[in-house]
């Protein structure tokens, strides 16, 4: 594949050159695991790719706004990914319930259903036979019920989607699968409101964002939803065998990580960054 690419429908491709022509007014934004990083067993152990902090620096150059958008504590995200270095990057973690920006870090408290589904989860996973290698990540805002470890992750996680369903409506929270894993988090935050009020806040005139797993797909609607609004954007999707589905939903659709970040790369390239 040859880069920049030329995406798959005219409405990215129509985001890419309203990006290309015009950068001081662009917003590119992207997911971290599964896009700049590689989805590893424990997500402690994620990394950004060697070229991901380059490709981002010279892109936080020559365009407009540069962020990423992640599940994780933004913190996280900036300390596994060496993000501190690339200047003027906004971090939004938690699905927009954080902001880094500028070493500063600010954001809400976990509501108490959060607090109240940390309690309950480990008697629920237990009463639902829930298979040895099942484990459960404390994000603060949200908790993320992982069964890569367990010896058929697919069948441990529709085993558990049930429940853990049943434990959210409870709750008032929402149950959102992804990548062997369902997460439980506060509904009407997402990665499209975030990335919707991001354009909003910095009057982007387009916008590209990077994701890789279904959380990402909120994300692509509202790409899809400012285009309807006379804002061209671009959805690109690090492809994944895991999530077919986001593939389906992109403009254009590059090989994992390392495609993301030779994209980045080469538009900052284009863009002299």
Same mark, same amino acid.
């Given at each position: 594949?040859?880069?920049?690419?030329?995406?798959?429908?005219?409405?990215?491709?129509?985001?890419?050159?309203?990006?290309?022509?015009?950068?001081?007014?662009?917003?590119?934004?992207?997911?971290?695991?599964?896009?700049?990083?590689?989805?590893?067993?424990?997500?402690?152990?994620?990394?950004?790719?060697?070229?991901?902090?380059?490709?981002?620096?010279?892109?936080?150059?020559?365009?407009?706004?540069?962020?990423?958008?992640?599940?994780? *504590?933004?913190? /996280?995200?900036? =300390?596994?990914? +060496? !993000?501190? #270095?690339? @200047? $003027?990057?906004? %971090?939004?973690?938690?699905?927009?319930?954080?902001?880094?920006?500028?070493?500063?870090?600010?954001?809400?408290?976990?509501?108490?259903?959060?607090?109240?589904?940390?309690?309950?989860?480990?008697?629920?996973?237990?009463?639902?036979?829930?298979?040895?290698?099942?484990?459960?990540?404390?994000?603060?805002?949200?908790?993320?019920?992982?069964?890569?470890?367990?010896?058929?992750?697919?069948?441990?996680?529709?085993?558990?989607?049930? *429940?853990?369903? /049943?434990?959210? =409506?409870?709750? +008032? !929270?929402? #149950?959102? @699968? $992804?990548?062997? %894993?369902?997460?439980?988090?506060?509904?009407?935050?997402?990665?499209?409101?975030?990335?919707?009020?991001?354009?909003?806040?910095?009057?982007?005139?387009?916008?590209?964002?990077?994701?890789?797993?279904?959380?990402?797909?909120?994300?692509?609607?509202?790409?899809?939803?400012?285009?309807?609004?006379?804002?061209?954007?671009?959805?690109?999707?690090?492809?994944?065998?895991?999530?077919?589905?986001?593939?389906?939903?992109?403009?254009?659709?590059?090989?994992?990580?390392?495609?993301?970040?030779? !994209?980045? #790369?080469?538009?900052?390239?284009?863009?002299?960054?």
């Amino acid at each position: 594949m040859t880069y920049p690419p030329r995406a798959a429908t005219p409405e990215g491709q129509a985001g890419l050159d309203a990006l290309l022509s015009s950068p001081q007014h662009a917003l590119v934004g992207t997911d971290f695991d599964g896009t700049l990083a590689p989805i590893v067993t424990e997500p402690r152990d994620a990394r950004a790719l060697p070229g991901a902090v380059p490709a981002l620096t010279r892109l936080a150059r020559a365009v407009g706004t540069l962020a990423v958008i992640t599940g994780r *504590p933004a913190a /996280d995200a900036v =300390a596994y990914g +060496g !993000l501190e #270095a690339v @200047p $003027g990057l906004i %971090v939004l973690g938690h699905y927009g319930w954080q902001r880094w920006h500028d070493g500063e870090l600010a954001g809400a408290v976990s509501p108490p259903a959060v607090q109240a589904a940390r309690q309950a989860l480990p008697g629920v996973l237990s009463q639902a036979g829930a298979p040895e290698g099942t484990w459960i990540e404390d994000k603060g805002h949200a908790l993320a019920v992982h069964t890569r470890r367990t010896a058929d992750p697919e069948s441990a996680l529709r085993l558990l989607r049930g *429940p853990l369903e /049943d434990l959210a =409506a409870q709750l +008032g !929270l929402a #149950a959102e @699968p $992804g990548r062997m %894993v369902i997460e439980l988090r506060p509904p009407g935050v997402d990665k499209g409101t975030a990335l919707t009020d991001l354009v909003t806040e910095r009057a982007a005139d387009s916008v590209l964002f990077c994701g890789d797993d279904l959380g990402d797909l909120p994300a692509f609607a509202a790409v899809r939803a400012l285009r309807a609004e006379g804002i061209p954007g671009c959805a690109v999707a690090s492809a994944s065998a895991e999530s077919p589905q986001v593939a389906a939903e992109a403009d254009l659709v590059v090989d994992g990580p390392e495609g993301i970040v030779a !994209l980045l #790369a080469a538009l900052a390239s284009e863009l002299g960054g």
